[in-house]
């Protein structure tokens, strides 16, 4: 039972352009939401997270968008830089389950110059 | 801030040996760890969730007599991957909750490729 899904295994982007990330989600228990950056051989590395009090959550050239309605969240990297390149998860946790976060398959980013 | 540093990212063994590696919190305190295990072009799996001072809870599947946590203090937790097998082979990740800040949000070391032969 995936619970949280990025049906986008990869995307291409022009390098300048908007980058947009997908994921949708099941389980209406969670109430948190984050998204990590990984390089190969390496452990993610926390980008930006919305709680789900809020529609929108901004930090430099990332804004994070949640639809709690349609159970959808969504990733904006404006403008595109050749170091975005690298799979990005998007997770979720909830107020059951310890703060455990459930992950989703990952969407591969490439930014091509 | 915010580092977690695990070791060994690297190791080689043969089957049947143990395997220890190490998660721990430079610049922080973490009352609860976590390790996870990717299998390749996969999403990160949850095998347990480590506390400070007490057992680790384990997810559904996951054996805890094979994969041993030991949470002893407030930066370091360890995974003995016991008796080790070829099906063991993978990375293994650790992530660390930082007890001064948002609750929820975790904090990953660089990961151990485990290869056993």
């Known amino acids: 039972d995936q619970q949280v899904k990025q049906n986008s295994p990869s995307l291409s982007v022009q390098e300048g352009r908007i980058s947009i990330l997908n994921c949708d989600y099941t389980?209406?228990?969670?109430?948190?939401f984050l998204w990590y950056k990984k390089y190969p051989a390496e452990g993610p590395t926390f980008l930006i997270s919305i709680s789900s009090i809020k529609d929108k959550n901004e930090d430099g050239r990332f804004t994070v968008f949640l639809n709690k309605s349609a159970k959808h969240l969504s990733l904006h990297i404006v403008p595109s830089q050749p170091g975005d390149s690298a799979v990005y998860f998007c997770?979720?946790?909830?107020?059951?389950?310890?703060?455990?976060?459930?992950f989703g398959q990952g969407t591969r980013l490439t930014i091509n110059p | 801030g915010a580092v977690v540093s695990q070791h060994p990212s690297w190791v080689i063994c043969k089957s049947g040996t143990s395997v220890k590696i190490e998660c721990r919190s430079l610049d922080f305190q973490a009352t609860t760890m976590f390790w996870y295990r990717q299998f390749p072009k996969q999403s990160l799996m949850l095998m347990a969730t480590s506390n400070e001072g007490s057992k680790a809870t384990y997810e559904q599947g996951v054996e805890k007599d094979k994969f041993l946590i030991n949470h002893a203090s407030l930066t370091l937790s360890t995974l003995t991957v016991t008796s080790a097998h070829p099906e063991d082979s993978s990375f293994y990740i650790c992530s660390a909750r930082d007890d001064g800040r948002a609750k929820n949000i975790q904090y990953f070391g660089a990961g151990t490729r485990l290869s056993v032969l």
């Open positions: 997770a979720a946790s909830g107020k059951q389950g310890a703060q455990k976060l459930v």
């Open positions: 389980n209406s228990m969670f109430d948190y």
